[in-house]
């Protein structure tokens, strides 16, 4: 490896010549006490239910103030005279700021009591500058960044070169985040953070303000675990009762844990955050970012966001997704900015933007008209499956079904399928004496409020009648409005107790007024109505969970005809994949009450009554009973999808059949998270009934599960002009075969450096391999490639694809071509094989859920029209995916799985190897096998873990997950190398359960990701079911950190290194020609 003294030696002659700028920084790491809510209160809402157990200090509890280490910004290397930060930092480090182009001179001083680094992402640097301590193959001064000494200096060195600049669709700012990377999640969770900025050329004033906006700020919000601090030690002694905190600490008590994770803005929380100052007018910057743990949805009320040139209210982000997101401050007040995850606000994750006046200078929206709706709420018994029968299920579901039928509707706890709720009712007239009617176009709105539907420049007035027993009021998100018309209720003064909001009481009626401001509508970028919704918020969580949501579009001007249905769309659908909590509804006790005068016995004692009393919905319905999403073939359909929700409601509606336009890709699903929502457009050109289902495995299975309906309504059938050129039919020969696969082969923990087989090794869990635990290896099911159709002779990976581990055999296609897969099922159980995002047509979808039987063989027949190909400017393949349909859930634990890759005409050779620009390929599944859910868990428990009698031990279930990369844990992936110069093709793939969305990142390199626009980044998220592909161009040699960057994911082994050959070494030649790669 060339050593990176060399490398900067030859660097810095070449870049002196150049221009550019030297930025230095001098930054110290010390520690210091912190206190999360120095008020002592919630400063959000009056109930203190949940607050108090984070704030107050008690006997067994520590309360709000916590020892922790802070970044500290001097301005010389004296490091005497601190620049003191904004209140509204908190402990969030120095903003780091340059241009491409830029040199950053960081100068760190560890006055701290451990050792620290710093690692940037998005930036470049050389080993002897990462901040990052794992084993890469380097020694000596590579090594002396990772982590220096408490009481000495380092000084980083992090290049702003071209190839690492913002693209051109990218703001004129690309936000990122530092911290140190020893053992990265205690590191950030002791507090050392902080945001690096990479500008344009030109951006910035001399002072390294942007010239571009007014304001910028840091949005640092994340779930900050103190007991997982260095410090937690002395935190502990802040108890009345030090002993006793310590002991519940050491037992790993579950309840003094939870109430040690800090749901946390800047490291403030419930609104102790001092307020983001901003004038009425200003353009404003934040930039945003989570780090460990969870993903997180901010929206400001009143106020509207830009994110990547597209219009939102609500952005997500989470962990390393660092987003930029601009506004326009519009209407004086104090607002509230606030995490939309039910779970985290009400946890305190909330704090405020304080709009204040001044002479107006932007110009006001002339009304171009108003929109009125009359809508009441009342409460009625709505039921999740009216016909009490399952109508739509996914897979074979005989065995799913029995457990989900007992476990909803007959277990003890469970209230059944009906429940008493309130919904929003629309009335056609301020009378409120006959209720509109829903068309036979709207019978899938299901629970769902009337779509209000509102164009740039209208105004939006809604009179609303309370018809219900308590108070609730009516907020949209995304539209103007002044305080006097808000429907949140919060406190507006931080000095004061009292609690404001505009609602309807009981019986009440009351008149909202909302507008679209210009800088509040779509923009160029996005379609012609953007997706968002509204919702009672009286209480935030509870008035959803009560059945009070709906869908709002915000539309550009001349998008709505006289009836207010969008021009050019025939067909508009409402989609809201919802878990619903009913404990946490208003009505929870008198639907107990209900069901017991059904004759229902409701433990109200039992441990799982919240979890048998949550329903996994489709616009409120469940196993199919929601319908109406009927259309024709060549309809223009726009499918709104709407996210609320909890921390694990991140959804992903899978179109079986068809797929739609989104984000500028033809896809088979779409992503939305709680406070999110989105546009899609769908032109159906395959007739049948199809399932529509939920992206995540045990959702799909609960009930989140559905079907849609294309038929041809006596039009002509479409018939695609012929391409006259020669169909290419790509004949691929895969079984399904038993192995015993070995997830961690070399049992090292690569950032501890390690034995994971010592019991002290962080890890050692995963691998633990006695008569009581299974260890790294299982039997599985695993897709392999033949060389005929006799399938005797399997074909031998090489080292272009043994890094695919697990995943089954690269299926390879253009546009325009046929495949066949010539599939045998050579395990002891029903399986398939299902591309994805490919037409199929009824027969085909029936027998993959049926599957072929052990020792059978099945000719799949896949088309790949232009539609399922790369938009227009996506890259020249995109990855999509394929498992087994029968039971995707055991399927898939078992090892079903692999990809797919589709390519635009001309790309692909006879033999499907890519004839463009790009030299390597590489498939990521990021998963999280739950061997439990395996078809063959018990043989391997009895095989394995002889002695094992308790299954249900929580440590021995633990254990059983495994945190992969390709079915590897704690880097045993082979052949993840590439040459210098080389363009890279990563497919970027997730399967699995709520807990299995990923954030895959790159050390020392980025990529690009391109949609309709393209941006540039170092980590892709990915979320179940949904597939990701980036392109890197490889220019930093060196052994290089890719790893799933949630916290919890990275310490159970989802890590692993890529190498990066410097392309005149020629040793590195040698070795990649013998492998028949072309450099």
């Not at 919240?610 to 073939?633: E, H, P, Q, S, T």
Request: proline share 5%.
């Amino acid at each position: 490896m060339v050593s990176s003294v060399l490398l900067w030696s030859i660097f810095i002659s070449i870049f002196s010549s150049i221009c550019c700028l030297r930025r230095d920084y001098f930054i110290t790491a010390e520690e210091q006490w912190w206190d999360y809510a120095p008020s002592k209160q919630n400063l959000i809402t009056n109930d203190r239910t949940i607050s108090d157990r984070y704030i107050q200090t008690t006997e067994d509890r520590i309360g709000s103030v916590y020892k922790k280490v802070m970044l500290k910004q001097f301005t010389d290397g004296f490091f005497r005279r601190e620049i003191k930060p904004a209140p509204w930092m908190g402990y969030v480090g120095p903003t780091i700021k340059g241009e491409t182009g830029d040199v950053l001179y960081v100068h760190f001083r560890n006055l701290a009591s451990r050792p620290y680094g710093l690692h940037p992402h998005g930036i470049q640097y050389f080993k002897d500058s990462e901040g990052s301590l794992y084993m890469d193959g380097t020694s000596g001064r590579d090594k002396l960044d990772d982590a220096v000494p408490p009481g000495q200096t380092y000084t980083y060195r992090w290049f702003m070169q071209n190839t690492f600049a913002p693209t051109k669709d990218d703001e004129n700012c690309i936000p990122v985040g530092y911290h140190p990377h020893i053992r990265s999640t205690k590191d950030v969770d002791t507090g050392l953070v902080g945001i690096l900025l990479i500008c344009k050329p030109g951006t910035l004033n001399p002072d390294n303000s942007r010239k571009d906006v007014d304001r910028e700020f840091v949005l640092y919000a994340d779930i900050i675990n103190e007991t997982n601090s260095w410090l937690i030690d002395q935190s502990l002694n802040l108890c009345r009762n030090p002993q006793r905190c310590r002991q519940l600490f050491n037992q790993k008590n579950v309840p003094f844990i939870s109430d040690t994770l800090m749901y946390s803005i800047n490291g403030y929380i419930y609104g102790n955050l001092p307020d983001f100052p901003i004038y009425d007018g200003e353009k404003v910057a934040f930039y945003a970012m989570g780090l460990n743990l969870g993903l997180h949805v901010f929206g400001v009320q009143g106020q509207s966001f830009t994110f990547k040139r597209t219009r939102t209210h609500g952005v997500v982000f989470g962990i390393a997704w660092f987003k930029g997101l601009y506004m326009t401050a519009r209407n004086p007040g104090r607002w509230m900015i606030f995490c939309k995850v039910n779970y985290h606000f009400s946890h305190g994750m909330a704090a405020f933007v304080n709009v204040m006046p001044r002479p107006r200078v932007l110009p006001l929206t002339a009304i171009r008209r108003t929109r009125r709706y009359f809508i009441a709420v009342e409460e009625i018994v709505w039921e999740y499956r009216p016909s009490g029968k399952v109508l739509a299920r996914i897979g074979k579901g005989s065995t799913e079904r029995s457990k989900i039928e007992e476990r909803f509707f007959t277990s003890d706890g469970a209230v059944g399928g009906r429940f008493v709720k309130a919904v929003f009712i629309e009335y056609t007239d301020g009378s409120f004496q006959r209720r509109k009617k829903r068309s036979k176009d709207e019978k899938h709105l299901g629970i769902l409020g009337p779509p209000v539907r509102i164009e740039v420049g209208d105004m939006l007035e809604i009179i609303l009648l309370n018809k219900a027993s308590r108070p609730y009021s009516f907020t949209p998100f995304g539209l103007a409005f002044t305080k006097d018309n808000e429907g949140a209720f919060y406190k507006n003064d931080r000095y004061s107790s009292e609690v404001s909001g505009a609602a309807a009481m009981p019986g009440q009626q009351r008149r909202y007024i909302f507008t679209v401001p210009w800088d509040y509508g779509p923009t160029e970028e996005d379609p012609q109505c953007v997706t968002e919704t509204y919702q009672s918020f009286v209480d935030f969580a509870k008035d959803q969970y009560s059945g009070l949501v709906g869908p709002l579009l915000i539309c550009k001007p001349g998008t709505l005809n006289a009836f207010g249905r969008q021009h050019g769309v025939n067909k508009e659908f409402f989609l809201m994949l919802m878990n619903w909590f009913e404990q946490d509804s208003w009505y929870f006790n008198q639907s107990i009450s209900l069901a017991m005068l059904n004759g229902r016995i409701v433990d109200q004692e039992n441990d799982m009554l919240r979890d048998v009393n949550a329903l996994r919905a489709i616009n409120g319905r469940v196993f199919g009973n929601i319908g109406g999403f009927d259309m024709c073939v060549g309809d223009r359909v726009s499918w709104h999808v709407l996210g609320f929700g909890e921390r694990f409601d991140y959804q992903n509606p899978v179109f079986e059949g068809n797929n739609v336009q989104y984000d500028g890709r033809m896809v088979d699903h779409v992503s939305v998270f709680p406070g999110t929502s989105q546009t899609a457009y769908m032109i159906p050109d395959n007739l049948g009934k199809w399932l529509l289902y939920a992206g995540q495995l045990e959702s799909q299975t609960d009930g989140m599960v559905t079907r849609y309906n294309v038929d041809l309504c006596n039009r002509p059938l479409f018939v695609p002009i012929p391409v006259f050129e020669k169909t290419v039919i790509r004949k691929i020969y895969i079984a399904a075969v038993d192995v015993i696969w070995d997830y961690a082969p070399r049992k090292l923990n690569i950032v501890t450096m390690g034995d994971l087989r010592d019991p002290n090794t962080p890890g050692n869990l995963y691998v633990r391999n006695t008569d009581m635990f299974i260890g790294t290896q299982y039997k599985k099911t695993v897709y392999r490639e033949f060389y005929d159709a006799s399938f005797s002779r399997q074909v031998q990976r090489t080292e272009k694809d043994s890094h695919l581990g697990i995943l089954g055999p690269f299926i390879k296609a253009a546009v325009g071509d046929v495949i066949e897969v010539f599939f045998k099922n050579m395990a002891s159980f029903d399986n398939s094989i299902y591309l994805k995002n490919l037409p199929l047509d009824n027969e085909m979808s029936k027998h993959l859920r049926n599957g072929v039987k052990p020792g059978d063989m099945k000719i799949y027949r896949w088309r790949v029209p232009e539609r399922s190909g790369p938009g227009r400017n996506e890259p020249n393949c995109v990855g999509y995916t394929y498992n087994s349909a029968v039971y995707p859930n055991k399927d898939i634990a078992t090892g079903l799985i692999g990809p797919l890759i589709i390519c635009k005409r001309g790309v692909l050779d006879v033999h499907a190897n890519r004839i463009d620009k790009t030299n390597r390929e590489f498939a990521l599944a990021f998963v999280i096998f739950n061997e439990s859910n395996s078809h063959y868990f018990d043989e391997n428990v009895r095989v394995r873990a002889p002695n094992r009698m308790n299954l249900g031990d929580s440590t021995f279930q633990e254990s059983n997950n495994k945190f992969s990369i390709n079915g590897f844990i704690f880097a045993n992936i082979p052949n993840l190398e590439m040459v210098e110069g080389d363009t890279i093709a990563w497919y970027t793939y997730s399967f699995g359960s709520a807990q299995g969305v990923h954030s895959n990142h790159f050390h020392g390199q980025t990529f690009i990701r391109t949609s309709a626009l393209s941006f540039r980044d170092d980590v892709v998220g990915v979320v179940p079911g949904s597939y990701e592909t980036v392109e890197m161009f490889a220019d930093n040699p060196g052994t290089w950190f890719v790893h799933c960057h949630f916290g919890l994911h990275m310490s159970a082994g989802m890590l692993d290194t890529y190498t990066i050959l410097p392309r005149n070494h020629t040793k590195a030649l040698i070795e990649l020609v013998l492998k028949g790669y072309h450099v």
